[in-house]
């Protein structure tokens, strides 16, 4: 094992993230480890790239666990929180990163599907950040990190349920910052463009990605690294005056 990264800016701190077991997940997970901590990895069905991160965190000299967790159902959500403080003692960050896109016009969109993305995208952060803010509360520090998007911002045709939720996101991490930042506690959001994981990538290689680039003032999409980047700035002292805040890593493609 690795000897752990005693001067990284989340050194000893303990971090869970949703939907930690590929993408964008993933690579939040291991910047996290890089930067000293122990991280806790929620999944639904990527079991085995879940345990394979956490075997590479370990292997970056910090402890790691996973657990299976529906963010949609609020009980799984409270066990996840109370099993990792229970392992780790603490929850020092939470990156609400579990989501999905399906792409349906918006007057083919069932309540159904409108009920499962409003769900997993925007009540599972509600959960999530409700289940660890005790325990922030009590210690007087915490920062929570909503994975947003650009499509939050502007929004998008055939994608409504998802960026109304995103949108959603935005104004939850202001509300938690409004109510409890006088407490220690701070909620921010990234809202990435168009990034270089399995999501990204059925835009990337398509007609509209085509355009989007064209679009980009940096000329390429983003990867899940960079915005990992970003989402460690957040959960560190770095960003300690960053309260409600969206930072945009999008390639330029979006400057608000």
Known sequence: MSERNG???LYGRVVAVTGGGRGLGRSI????????????????????????VADEARALGVDADVHRCDVTDRAQVFG???????????LDGL???AGIMPETPFLDVTPEEWDRVIATD?????HASQAV?????????????????RLGLVGWPGVAHYAGAKAGLIALAKSISREFGQRGIRANCVAPGVTNTDMGRTVMEGEVGRKRMAELPLGRFGEPEEVADCVVFLLSDASALLLGQTLNPNSGGLMP
């Open 29 to 52: 997970a291991l910047a996290a480890a890089a930067a000293g901590a122990d991280v806790a990895i929620a999944y639904r069905d990527s079991e085995a790239g879940a345990k394979s």
């Open 122 to 126: 925007l009540t599972a952060a509600f």
């Open 133 to 149: 803010l005790p325990g922030m509360l009590e210690r007087g520090s915490g920062s929570i990190v909503n994975i947003a998007s």
């Open 7 to 9: 001067s990284g800016p």
């Open 95 to 97: 990156v609400n990163n």
């Open 80 to 90: 996840f929180v109370a099993a990792v403080e229970r392992r780790f003692g603490r």
